[in-house]
């Protein structure tokens, strides 16, 4: 379609493949050939205005994913310079959270893996646990999984023991996407104490007491009549009647609903990060940490880190 001048509809394929994997390699083959003759109004308009990162960035921010990619390639073409790195790193920080997530992809595509400075880093960690948007959250994840460095799952895994239960949640997801293997573990041991956690909620040891349902209807039972010069006076005595049942009342079973959420959360990053699908249960993925849990837990052979190891690629279901 793009060999052929039809631009708009080879364009809206690539949102497609795009839109299901954002690092679709084929479509991002495609997009990075076809780049210098895709002409964009709306991004040469930018390009040419006073803030050419900044203008870029927001029309990329309102656009399809082939368009951003084109947007950030032609932020790139012009060099990557620091400059270009800090004004990426500054918009992580603004207040559209769509201004956010483009940044952050700008900042992994154009500034892979080592060529991401401390500080680039340490946003966005920031960015991949704490930001509030999901996109965010995403893409600043996927650029912290080209540092090939494991140390940047830390913070996510001390969040792990945070008592915000979204905070928790959010740490979860970032560390399935980030793609580590040496996140497997910890997270099989905040599966395993959670899953005790549920069940110990479930046992018999449970707080009882007893329940009444029923009804008390007040009614007249006699007259006490008090006679004193030449006058009666009935004072009524009331009296109560009660009707219902008493039952025996225990409690089966209390665990957060959170905990429910997070089991599954952790199940899905497991499958990405071992590209197993060991089942829909916890204690399925339980069963499946006893068999395997040797080669996860081994270290790695000599030579090679947790990015060039050989794991499967994530699931997309």
């Known amino acids: 379609m793009l060999r052929r001048g039809l631009s708009t509809e080879g364009l809206s394929q690539l949102d497609r493949a795009l839109s299901v994997d954002p690092d679709h390699a084929l479509a991002l083959r495609v997009t990075a050939e076809f780049a210098p003759r895709l002409r964009i109004a709306a991004l ?6 006073d803030e050419p990162t900044l203008g870029t960035l927001r029309v990329a921010a309102n656009a399809t994913p082939a368009v951003r990619e084109l947007a950030v390639l032609r932020l790139g073409a012009g060099g990557t310079s620091d400059e270009l790195r800090k004004d990426l790193r500054q918009q992580l920080a603004s207040h559209s959270p769509r201004l956010r997530a483009v940044a952050a992809l700008a900042l992994r595509r154009l500034f892979p893996g080592k060529a991401l400075q401390v500080d680039d880093v340490r946003e966005l960690i920031n ?3 704490l930001d509030g948007a999901d996109e965010v959250r995403s893409e600043a994840a996927r650029a912290l999984r080209s540092v090939g460095d494991p140390s940047v799952t830390a913070p ?6 945070s008592t915000n239960p979204r905070l928790r949640e959010n740490s979860i997801q970032a560390l399935g996407v980030m793609g580590y293997r040496e996140s497997v573990e910890p997270l099989m041991t905040y599966l395993g104490n959670v899953h005790s956690a549920v069940q110990a909620g479930r046992t018999s040891a449970a707080a009882s007491s007893y329940l009444f349902v029923g009804t008390q209807t007040a009614y007249v039972q006699d007259f ?5 010069q030449f006058s009666a006076v009935a004072d009524p005595q009331i009296n109560t009647l009660i009707e219902g049942s008493v039952l ?8 957060s609903l959170s905990f429910a959420t997070e089991t599954r959360l952790v199940r899905n990053s497991l499958a990405n990060l071992t590209g197993v699908d ?11 940490w006893t068999a395997n849990r040797s080669a996860w ?5 000599e030579g090679r880190t947790s990015a060039s190891a ?6 997309r279901d």
Not at 248 to 255: E, F, P, W
Not at 278 to 288: E, K, Y
């Open 44 to 49: 040469d308009a930018a390009l040419a205005g």
């Open 127 to 129: 960015r991949s646990v």
């Open 156 to 161: 996510a895994l001390r969040a792990l023991s």
């Open 224 to 228: 006490d009549v008090e006679v004193a």
């Open 248 to 255: 025996d009342a225990r409690v089966l079973g209390s665990y």
């Open 278 to 288: 060991a089942g829909g249960t916890t204690r399925a993925w339980l069963d499946w």
């Open 297 to 301: 837990s081994a270290p790695l052979p």
């Open 310 to 315: 050989a794991i499967p690629p994530p699931r």
